[in-house]
Nanobody, 122 residues
Framework: QVQLVESGGGLVQAGGSLRLSCAAS????????MAWFRQFPGKEREFVGS??????YYADSVKGRFTISRDSAKNTVYLQMNSLKPEDTAVYYC?????????????????WGQGTQVTVSS
């Protein structure tokens, strides 16, 4: 099966940048959709962005600030976060789905990482 492990979270000041990594292992293929979600305390996990092949999609809240990229050789997906705001503070999760559709709903994804905390200070 597929295992996803996030890394790169931490504390950063407002306006700064952070790069998250999602390393995938197991039977994962290049056509799988890879996505990033985030969850604020007491709220539902929300869609951040996704990538399939060369196509990407972003939530309006992060569009223009966050960028998803993929290194197929390393089986790793990245989330580059720039111009971070305190309201970006959340646990960020990596997800994957084998059905080939760029989903934006939490229930659409088969595999999930454990999450990594991102904290943006004022």
């Amino acid at each position: 099966q597929v295992q996803l492990v996030e890394s790169g979270g931490g504390l950063v000041q407002a306006g700064g940048s952070l790069r998250l990594s999602c390393a995938a292992s197991g039977r994962i293929f290049s056509g799988y959709v890879m996505a990033w979600f985030r969850q604020f305390p007491g709220k539902e996990r929300e869609f951040v962005g996704s990538i399939k092949w060369g196509s990407t999609y972003y939530a309006d809240s992060v569009k223009g600030r966050f960028t998803i990229s993929r290194d197929s050789a390393k089986n790793t997906v990245y989330l580059q976060m720039n111009s971070l705001k305190p309201e970006d503070t959340a646990v960020y999760y990596c997800a994957s789905d084998s059905r080939g559709t760029i989903w934006s709903g939490r229930s659409d994804y088969e595999y999930w990482g454990q999450g990594t905390q991102v904290t943006v200070s004022s």
